[in-house]
């Protein structure tokens, strides 16, 4: 399946969840949030969570800022 | 006297200078800048993971969690509906419902859009958030902005980052007259007297990131910071005298030598 994953095309296992997504990107759980079309998913979830096709993705963390 | 702590949204701070963790050449940098600042709160910004980077450390790996707070801000939203979705990230993100509004009106000066601020206070205070805005140097908006239940007002000295200092102290007088929740003087300042300046107004505290990050020694700003902010507060406490235009002599004026 096709996903949009903060503002980039990619392809993923149907089936994928946003827990694999993370896994996949290396990104680490803790202190990131993420929303699948715009509806925030809870670090709870992550791993119930399944992507669809098309989705929009945004992974977002803190970074230097005042 | 009052007591010599910041007490934001029930929670006492023993510093009152809050910083950035902008612009920095380096993370190392920006750790040591944080340190000699005596900071304990400080602020972020909340962006999209770079996916280039991946498996890469992130700013947070150089902060210890257990030394500083963390406020989010909502730095580049220009509506209060993308400083609102920043800060449902940021909440889930940080695992805090502390949040430094602000919602800009125009890039060249970064003032804040005022109208956007109250209508996203609004809904965020319903959220059980705690909102600090970033706002104006308007005393009726501040007072609005109390209203709404922010839990601090945040006017600004003078525009982000352009170290004009507190360029309308009358008018943070008049806001720290008005409202009962701590006035905390956010962004314009330049140097360390600056930060005095806003401390012997009586302000509860003061924020800034580019005067320290900025300065071609941060980590000596920083302390210069420190020391500036504890010097005003200290003077603010103190009382000073008042402003006279003629001489009053500091030596007795009997027992004068020969006559």
Do not use: W
Not at chain 1, 12 to 23: E, K, N
Not at chain 2, 116 to 135: D, N
Not at chain 2, 186 to 200: N, R
């Amino acid at each position: 399946m096709q996903l949009v994953v903060n503002g980039e095309q990619r392809q993923m296992q149907p089936g994928s969840t946003v827990a694999d997504l993370l896994d996949e990107l290396q990104i680490p759980v803790v202190r990131v949030a993420v929303e699948v079309n715009l509806e925030i998913v809870p670090k709870a979830s992550y791993t119930q969570h399944t992507l669809a096709d098309r989705d929009r993705i945004e992974i977002v963390h803190f970074v230097g800022g005042g | 006297m009052k007591s010599n702590k910041l007490t934001i949204a029930g929670k006492e701070y023993n510093s009152r200078l809050m910083v950035g963790t902008g612009k920095y050449a380096t993370n190392e940098l920006m750790v040591e800048a944080l340190e000699a600042s005596g900071a304990e709160i400080i602020t972020v910004a909340v962006r999209r993971v770079d996916l280039t980077q991946m498996g890469k450390g992130c700013m947070l790996d150089y902060i210890d969690p257990k030394k500083y707070t963390l406020l989010p801000n909502t730095a580049a939203c220009y509506t209060a509906e993308e400083a609102i979705r920043t800060c449902r990230l940021a909440r889930e993100a940080g695992l805090s419902d502390l949040v430094k509004l602000e919602v800009l009106g125009d890039e060249k000066t970064l003032f804040p859009d005022n109208e956007e601020l109250l209508k996203a206070a609004k809904i965020l205070i319903a959220e059980g958030f705690t909102v600090l805005p970033y706002c104006s140097d308007d005393v009726i908006l501040c007072k609005k902005l109390e209203d709404l239940g922010c839990a601090a007002v945040m006017p600004l000295g003078a525009p982000i980052g352009s170290g004009l200092g507190i360029r309308n102290p009358y008018n943070i007088k008049l806001i720290m007259e008005a409202v009962s929740v701590p006035v905390i003087v956010d962004a314009g300042v330049g140097t360390a007297s600056d930060a005095t300046l806003a401390m012997e107004l009586g302000c509860d505290g003061i924020l800034m990131n580019t005067a320290i990050a900025g300065a071609k020694d941060p980590v000596a700003m920083a302390r210069a910071m420190k020391l500036g902010v504890e010097a005003g507060r200290l003077a603010h406490e103190a009382g000073r005298i008042p402003r006279k235009l003629y001489a009053t002599a500091s030596s007795p004026l009997t027992d004068l030598i020969g006559s």
